[in-house]
DNA sequence: CCAACCATGTAAGCGGTTACATGATTGG
DNA sequence: CCAATCATGTAACCGCTTACATGGTTGG
C-alpha cells in the first residue's frame, strides 16, 4: 500500500495536521495520490499505533481537537526501505474509454457533449498546472528537490495536453457525417 | 461501477466464456480497464442473476464446465442507459511519483534503476500497440466501429510515448552529478 | 506421462467510497 | 446571528487483490 508512504513523504515535508495534510494533499501528492479525509485520518491513526508518527495537541489547537502529526525515524526508515522496492505501474482505468467502445458496438450514442464536457476538466487542470509552474518553478536554479517536483509537474502538464489534443481528434470523429 | 459495464460491452462485441473473455480483455478493453478473471467470473455471475445476460454450456464444452454467455436485452438497455452518464475521471494513481517525492525530501536514493526498468516496459508496450496498429488498423478506409477503436489505441500509443519521453528527461536528472 | 494450459470457482482481507455525525471557529 | 469552513471521527458497504482449490485437455 502506498497511501500510507505518500503521507510519510508529506509529513516529512512538513509536519501537520490531518486535515491540513487532507488539504496539501489535493494540491500537490494529490495530483498523483487521490485521497479522501477519512482514508487520511484512519491511516494516520494506523501509522501512530505503528509508531512511525506520534501526534501532539497542536499549538494552534485551542478549544479544537488539532493534532500535529511529525514523522519518527521508524517511519522515515520505512519510507527509505519501500522507496527502493519495484513499483507498480499506473492502473490505466478510464471509463469514457469503455463508453467509447461501446458507442462503438452498439452505434452513435451521442457521446460529443461528454468528451466536451471531459475536455474542458483538462483544459482547467492544465492552466492550473502552468499557473502552479510560473509560480514555484520559473526561476532558473532550482534545487534537486525543486526540480524533482518541478518533473513531476511536468508529467502532469504533459498528461494534460496529451489529452486535450487526443480528445479534438476524437470530437472530429463523434461529431461526422 | 464500470466493470460491469465493460463485460457487456465485450459481450456484445463477441459472446464468449468466462475464459474467454478474461483473456481478451487483456488485450483490448483490459489496456484501459484491467481486471482479473476472479472479478470477471464473480461480475458474470452477478449480471446472470440480474437479467443482463445469460449462459448456456458451451457447445464445445466437452467434458469442462465452460459455459457461453450472451447479452440480453435488459443487459443492453443497462448499457445504453450508462454510456451516457458522465464519467468519472481517470484516477493519476502512481506510486513512481511518490517515490520521487521521498527522493526529493530524503536525497538521492537511487531511484535510476527502477526509472529505467519502467522506461522498458512503456517501450514494450508501445511496440504491441504499434504492431496492433499495424495489423488492424493499416486500411484506408476502416468502419466507424473501427475507426473509434484504433483512436482508443492512439491515446495508449500518445500515452506511452509521453511516458517514455518524460522518463528520459527525468532520468538525466537522477543521473547528474 | 508430465507440464502447460484451459476453465471455473471459494475465501479472506484490505483499501476505497459514501453517508452521517459532532463541535469549534471565522467572516459577513 | 448564520453560513461556511475548520477539524476529526464512526460505520457500512463494496470492489479489488491474493492465495488456494479443482478437474479436464493438449502437446511434446
Request: net charge neutral.
Amino acid at each position: 500500500m502506498a497511501l500510507s508512504h505518500a503521507l510519510l513523504t508529506s509529513l516529512i515535508e512538513k509536519s501537520s495536521s490531518g486535515y491540513d495534510l487532507a488539504r496539501r494533499f489535493d494540491k500537490s501528492i494529490g495530483f498523483f495520490w487521490h485521497a479522501t479525509h477519512q482514508q487520511i485520518y484512519r491511516e494516520l491513526g494506523r501509522m501512530e499505533a505503528a509508531g512511525w508518527i506520534e501526534s501532539a495537541i497542536a499549538p494552534d489547537a485551542g478549544k479544537t481537537r488539532k493534532r500535529m502529526y511529525r514523522v519518527l525515524p521508524p517511519g522515515q526508515a520505512e519510507l527509505l526501505r519501500w522507496a527502493v522496492e519495484p513499483s507498480n505501474d499506473m492502473d490505466m482505468r478510464d471509463e469514457f474509454m469503455v463508453r467509447l467502445r461501446a458507442d462503438a458496438a452498439l452505434g452513435s450514442l451521442g457521446l460529443a457533449p461528454e468528451l466536451e464536457r471531459r475536455m474542458a476538466l483538462h483544459e482547467e487542470k492544465l492552466a492550473l498546472y502552468r499557473q502552479i509552474e510560473q509560480r514555484d518553478f520559473a526561476s532558473p536554479e532550482l534545487s534537486r528537490a525543486a526540480r524533482i517536483h518541478h518533473m513531476i509537474l511536468k508529467k502532469g502538464i504533459l498528461y494534460e495536453e496529451n489529452s486535450i489534443a487526443w480528445a479534438r481528434e476524437m470530437l472530429g470523429l463523434l461529431l461526422e457525417k
